[in-house]
């Protein structure tokens, strides 16, 4: 059973940088596409990027040029860099991952992580 452990959260000041990671077990994570999501309080979960096991990247318009997604096999993780961040990028983030469907939609993800705050304030 293939679980997912986000890390990489915290507090940054707008136009700091964070890094998150998305961290396999249980399976082989080249196998599968991967979505980063994002919901903030009182709003609806977000797509904001995701990479197919091929490698096709995908991008929210909100995120576009400031975020990148990439994979590291021999880690088992996908990483996303996250760059310029303002406090409208407050949210709790999670990855996903399906090893037949991929895009922004959080439907077609069957298996998620718990989740990493993020915090971007002065």
């Known amino acids: 059973q293939l679980q997912l452990v986000e890390s990489g959260g915290g507090l940054v000041q707008p136009g700091g940088s964070l890094r998150l990671s998305c961290t396999a077990s249980?399976?082989?994570?080249?196998?599968?596409?991967i979505g980063w999501f994002r919901q903030a309080p009182g709003k609806e979960r977000e797509g904001i990027s995701c990479?197919?096991?091929?490698?096709?990247?995908d991008y929210a318009d909100s995120v576009k040029g400031r975020f990148t997604i990439s994979r590291d096999n021999a880690k088992n993780t996908v990483t996303l860099q996250m760059n310029n961040l303002s406090p409208e990028d407050t949210a709790v983030y999670y990855c996903?991952?399906?090893?037949?469907?991929?895009?922004?939609?959080?439907?077609?993800?069957?298996?998620w992580g718990q989740g990493t705050q993020v915090t971007v304030s002065s």
């Open positions: 996903a991952a399906d090893i037949w469907r991929v895009g922004l939609s959080a439907a077609r993800y069957d298996y």
């Open positions: 249980g399976a082989t994570l080249d196998d599968y596409a």
């Open positions: 990479i197919a096991s091929g490698g096709w990247t």
